[in-house]
């Protein structure tokens, strides 16, 4: 594993940049920081190397897609010794509308981020898909009525 670099203002702000829009090439980010493109370019590749930036991701719109209700879900297990914690894993992520699956601890075993086109599907897909599961024992779901963009760990 690659240790992880002291970070400067110049990487914080680099981060801070392709947080807000990662689709940024190293010279448009640079010209805004007064860096040239290949030292920008060796700072972003430094930060990867180093598991800093683990990915770049593309944001859709699931609203505008159809899917116009959220749900997360509150998973408990009812037979964790009959059914593996990767066997639950495994079926629950083939489930197309089941956007996250996060192991927690707590009340519930698992957090999942559920989309769907409306309630009365999210309910087909509660019923006939999730709750069909081995080992799914109680859920208890939140429907999301709005959510905001919330600063990151870099306050931008």
Do not use: C
């Not at 190397?49 to 959220?70: K, N, S, W």
């Amino acid at each position: 594993m690659t240790a992880v670099p002291d970070l400067d203002d110049l990487d914080r702000a680099i981060l801070a940049a392709l947080h807000r829009d990662a689709s940024q090439s190293a010279s448009q980010i640079g010209r805004r920081l007064g860096l040239s493109q290949p030292a920008t370019w060796r700072r972003i590749k430094r930060l990867q190397d180093a598991r800093i930036i683990a990915g770049r991701r593309l944001m859709l719109d699931a609203e505008q897609l159809g899917f116009g209700v959220t749900v997360f879900l509150g998973v408990k297990l009812a037979t964790k010794g009959r059914v593996s914690l990767d066997d639950f894993e495994r079926a629950i992520t083939a489930i197309r509308e089941v956007q996250t699956v996060e192991h927690v601890l707590g009340l519930y075993d698992y957090r999942l981020r559920v989309v769907a086109r409306d309630l009365a599907d999210f309910e087909r897909v509660l019923r006939r898909r999730i709750m069909t599961l081995p080992g799914v024992g109680n859920v208890e779901a939140n429907v999301l009525l709005s959510e905001e963009r919330r600063p990151g760990p870099l306050g931008d």
